[in-house]
């Protein structure tokens, strides 16, 4: 059973860096054919994808959001990284980490709760 966890500030100031953990654990994050993703949801609004880190490294993001975004991963301990630069308060919201398979979720993690504000 694979399970992901989500960690990081659930508290950020407005023009400054969102960086969250995704943890995983039950399976590796450099197996083949999965794919790594961050998805979030605004309050009121849908599920938005923001990026990807796929099993071999390379990253897509989400064009809306490519300018400011960053994923990363550090395969000793089995996790992935979102940073997201100057951030507002409509970055406020649920982000989850979720690991996919042909580009569909198959697993999510529980999600963080992100508020932007001074």
């Known amino acids: 059973q694979v399970q992901l966890l989500e960690s990081g500030p659930g508290l950020v100031k407005p023009s400054q860096m969102l960086s969250l953990t995704c943890t995983v654990s039950g399976g590796s994050i450099t197996t083949s054919p999965y794919t790594w993703s961050w998805i979030r949801q605004p309050p009121g609004k849908g599920l938005g994808w923001m990026g990807a880190?796929?099993?071999?490294?390379?990253?897509y993001y989400s064009p809306s959001l490519r300018s400011r975004t960053s994923i990363s991963r550090d395969t000793t301990k089995n996790q992935f990284s979102l940073q997201l630069s100057s951030v507002t308060n409509e970055d406020t919201g649920l982000y989850y980490c979720?690991?996919?398979?042909?580009?569909?979720?198959?697993?999510w993690g529980q999600g963080t709760q992100v508020t932007v504000s001074s």
């Open positions: 979720t690991r996919d398979i042909n580009w569909r979720v198959d697993y």
């Open positions: 880190i796929v099993y071999g490294g390379i990253t």
